[in-house]
């Protein structure tokens, strides 16, 4: 049923319904503005979400008793919400949030998405953000829809039916942008360091920030690179127009570019909009490790909060403090590692708060969660170098992190390998 406010469209919201929210770039802000208006008047709803935006009405303290987020990722909007005890995280690898669903394990009453208007047939488009929602669409009871005309229309597992909506509004409003991060001289060198590591007909999976653009600019004399990624950004953008990214080489979905979101500027999404060289998939399926590893040569690129000397990762919080969540770092990690040719790589600045913390420390902070494990780990790369994990003792991976990290803690991470861990660095 059409209606003419998103306030109207969440009314059917009722007491103790369980809510899925499409997330990323695609946030339906405008039905989660709604939804925090409407809260007021119910009771025990719950929120099921990945990172959102433009969601901070979700984080208001009156809400305690009319509407909780669970937040299986992180973001600037549900950081202090979680940290204050007003929201809960639930780790889980992204790839296994529609299982949740489709076995019915979570049950879901109802679920908000944004979507681009209908076609000839009356077929609307999830547009840059896929992931969990398409399980979400299968499974809830009611679907509440807002239709933006800004929307890109893209490929995949996009599609849903009009009539498939049991109430929709229709605005037109920005998408969300993210702009380029900018460079330091300390991530163009990461960047570099990571480029490194890439040959003619790789297959990437990255992320979006800094250290991902400055490695893709570092690309432009290499060949046949193809993308299988949980999402990309702008970085991608001149290699595509180069020839550089075709797809050519994949065994999977040869010829395009698989996601299951995106987040950039307005040129990203103009690039996406009615290219069926992008497919926007399940992210059950583009997670899924036994897709990954079909392709080969794929390089998993991704990032870390800390890394100790025994090569455990932690990439979603800062000590007991939750700052992301852990994604699909693993899926990627692991996939990686099962391919032909397959590779990973975790990307880092070597220190933090201004050069005075080592991100390459003895030991993990107490609290902090080890999202790819020492024994999953490969690459580590730093300003100052890569560390080859794999298949490393813990001396040898202890002795190749601590050249990696900056120089004016390398003595004391070596005294404390020795007296913490009763290693024997060499080198």
Same mark, same amino acid.
């Given at each position: 049923?059409?209606?003419?406010?998103?306030?109207?469209?969440?009314?059917?919201?009722?007491?103790?319904?369980?809510?899925?929210?499409?997330?990323?770039? *695609?946030?339906?802000?405008?039905?989660?503005?709604?939804?925090?208006?409407?809260?007021?008047?119910?009771?025990?709803?719950?929120?099921?979400?990945?990172?959102?935006?433009?969601?901070?009405?979700?984080?208001?303290?009156?809400?305690?008793?009319?509407?909780?987020?669970? %937040?299986?990722?992180?973001?600037?909007?549900?950081?202090?919400?979680? !940290?204050?005890?007003?929201?809960?995280?639930?780790?889980?690898?992204?790839?296994?949030?529609?299982?949740?669903?489709?076995?019915?394990?979570? /049950?879901?009453?109802?679920?908000?998405?944004?979507?681009?208007?209908?076609?000839? /047939?009356?077929?609307?488009?999830?547009?840059?953000?896929?992931? *969990?929602?398409?399980?979400?669409?299968?499974?809830?009871?009611?679907?509440?829809?807002?239709?933006?005309?800004? $929307?890109?229309?893209?490929?995949?597992?996009?599609?849903?039916?009009?009539?498939?909506?049991?109430?929709?509004?229709?605005?037109?409003?920005?998408?969300?942008?993210?702009?380029?991060?900018?460079?330091?001289?300390?991530?163009?060198?990461?960047?570099?360091?990571?480029?490194?590591?890439?040959?003619?007909?790789?297959?990437?999976?990255?992320? &979006?920030?800094?250290?991902?653009? @400055?490695?893709? %600019?570092?690309?432009?004399?290499?060949?046949?690179?193809?993308? /299988?990624?949980? $999402?990309?950004?702008?970085?991608?953008?001149?290699?595509?127009?180069?020839?550089?990214?075709?797809?050519?080489?994949?065994?999977?979905?040869?010829?395009?570019?698989?996601?299951?979101?995106?987040?950039?500027?307005?040129?990203?999404?103009?690039?996406?909009?009615?290219?069926? #060289?992008?497919?926007?998939?399940?992210?059950?399926?583009?997670?899924?490790?036994?897709?990954?590893?079909?392709?080969?040569?794929?390089?998993?690129?991704?990032?870390?909060?800390?890394?100790?000397?025994?090569?455990?990762?932690? @990439?979603?919080?800062?000590?007991?403090?939750?700052?992301?969540?852990?994604?699909?770092?693993?899926?990627?990690?692991?996939?990686?590692?099962?391919? #032909?040719?397959?590779?990973?790589? &975790?990307?880092?600045?070597?220190? @933090?708060?201004?050069?005075?913390?080592?991100?390459?420390?003895?030991?993990?902070?107490?609290? *902090?969660?080890?999202?790819?494990?020492?024994?999953?780990?490969?690459?580590?790369?730093?300003?100052?170098?890569?560390?080859?994990?794999?298949?490393?003792?813990?001396?040898?991976?202890?002795?190749?992190?601590? !050249?990696? @990290?900056?120089?004016?803690?390398? #003595?004391?991470? %070596?005294?404390?390998?020795?007296?913490?861990?009763?290693?024997?660095?060499?080198?």
């Amino acid at each position: 049923m059409r209606v003419n406010t998103a306030v109207e469209a969440v009314s059917v919201i009722d007491n103790n319904d369980v809510i899925w929210c499409q997330s990323m770039a *695609a946030t339906p802000y405008l039905l989660l503005d709604a939804l925090a208006e409407v809260a007021m008047e119910r009771h025990n709803l719950t929120l099921l979400q990945l990172h959102t935006e433009k969601s901070g009405a979700l984080c208001n303290p009156e809400l305690q008793g009319h509407l909780r987020q669970r %937040a299986f990722f992180v973001g600037a909007a549900t950081r202090n919400a979680v !940290k204050q005890g007003l929201a809960d995280y639930v780790p889980m690898f992204l790839s296994e949030i529609p299982k949740l669903f489709r076995s019915q394990e979570q /049950h879901l009453d109802a679920v908000l998405i944004q979507v681009s208007p209908p076609d000839a /047939h009356g077929y609307c488009s999830l547009g840059i953000s896929v992931e *969990a929602t398409r399980a979400a669409l299968q499974m809830a009871k009611k679907v509440i829809a807002w239709i933006n005309p800004r $929307m890109p229309r893209t490929h995949g597992d996009s599609f849903v039916h009009v009539s498939q909506f049991t109430r929709y509004f229709e605005h037109s409003a920005p998408m969300p942008l993210h702009a380029q991060p900018q460079q330091s001289e300390v991530t163009q060198q990461i960047g570099r360091n990571v480029a490194a590591l890439i040959g003619d007909g790789d297959c990437l999976q990255m992320g &979006i920030g800094a250290i991902p653009d @400055a490695t893709l %600019a570092c690309l432009g004399d290499r060949r046949d690179l193809g993308i /299988h990624t949980e $999402m990309f950004s702008d970085g991608v953008l001149p290699l595509v127009r180069a020839g550089v990214i075709n797809n050519s080489r994949k065994r999977k979905h040869r010829g395009r570019i698989v996601t299951t979101f995106a987040m950039g500027s307005q040129a990203l999404y103009d690039f996406v909009d009615d290219n069926p #060289e992008v497919a926007f998939l399940d992210v059950e399926y583009t997670n899924d490790t036994s897709v990954i590893r079909q392709n080969k040569q794929v390089m998993a690129i991704n990032s870390a909060l800390q890394v100790d000397l025994s090569g455990q990762v932690c @990439a979603d919080s800062l000590g007991t403090a939750i700052y992301s969540g852990v994604g699909g770092q693993m899926d990627f990690v692991r996939g990686a590692s099962l391919s #032909e040719g397959g590779r990973s790589v &975790i990307a880092l600045p070597a220190t @933090a708060a201004g050069g005075s913390v080592s991100r390459i420390s003895t030991m993990l902070s107490p609290g *902090a969660g080890v999202v790819t494990t020492r024994a999953h780990v490969h690459y580590i790369a730093t300003e100052y170098g890569v560390a080859n994990l794999r298949a490393r003792s813990m001396n040898e991976r202890a002795s190749e992190l601590i !050249k990696v @990290a900056a120089p004016q803690f390398q #003595e004391q991470l %070596a005294r404390e390998a020795r007296d913490t861990w009763g290693l024997h660095i060499t080198g």
